[in-house]
């Protein structure tokens, strides 16, 4: 994972907006686990105004299917403890925190978005938990030494949840296991895929609010495509 992109961003100047704009505020359904998360008066639109090359801000909200990894994850620790853990596509880190919460023996967070990745080192510390997050694409690179990869809300477009589903063939080739999280959007390789457990939980995907259900899957590469 020593691939990772450049930024220009000042990520101390973003911590510092976050910490003082963010609210930190417990999880739906997981009161363990508190992250910073965006509110009405959080003024994202200032760090819009000040960086041109500033993407939705998907660090700052709950979604679908991290909330039911995270879920998954602290229900079944079993699943992680001892093991190394990647928490692709990682936004606000909760996957990474849960999974560290339950006794991983290491916990990568990543992400291509630097915002994310100030986010994720503010919310592990809140968490007290200790997770190395990396600014990279990791889904253009080989599979990463780990030995299970965690996917949440990743595969909302078609061409983002083609390159992410080729990365995970490779993964799963060499014998790391992947479990996916998501509120079975369209591009969701669904035949690939074995269920392993629902939960309704609050999804951001819409822009607004709602509940649906969302479930935990097995990536399994050799089932009919």
């Known amino acids: 994972m020593e691939h990772r992109l450049k930024s220009s961003v000042d990520l101390d100047w973003v911590r510092q907006f976050i910490a003082t704009n963010l609210p930190i505020l417990p999880v739906p359904g997981i009161p363990q686990i508190r992250l910073h998360k965006a509110g009405p008066r959080s003024g994202l639109r ?3 105004e000040r960086d041109p090359q500033f993407g939705s801000p998907y660090w700052a909200h709950h979604w679908g299917g991290g909330l039911v990894l995270a879920r998954y994850l602290l229900d079944r620790p079993e699943a992680i403890a001892g093991r190394r853990v990647l928490d692709l596509g990682a936004g606000s880190g909760i996957v990474g925190i849960a999974a560290a919460k339950v006794g991983a023996r290491e916990v990568y967070a990543a992400d291509v978005d630097p915002y994310a990745i100030a986010a994720i080192g503010l919310n592990a ?7 190395k997050a990396v600014l990279a694409d990791l889904t253009t690179d080989e599979p990463p030494a780990v030995d299970i990869i965690c996917v949440g809300d990743l ?3 078609e061409a ?9 063939h490779r993964c ?3 014998g790391i296991e992947v479990l ?3 509120p079975w959007r369209a591009y969701l390789p669904a035949s690939q895929l074995r269920l392993l457990s629902e939960y309704t939980v609050p999804d951001f995907g819409e ?3 709602s509940s649906r259900r969302s479930g935990v899957f097995a990536f399994e590469s050799n089932m009919s495509s």
């Open 155 to 157: 595969l909302y477009e």
């Open 180 to 182: 996916i999280g998501d």
């Open 207 to 209: 822009g607004a609010a």
């Open 46 to 48: 200032r760090l819009a």
């Open 125 to 131: 510390a809140l968490n007290e938990v200790a997770i």
């Open 172 to 174: 799963a080739a060499q």
């Open 160 to 168: 983002l949840a083609k390159g992410v589903t080729g990365f995970l």
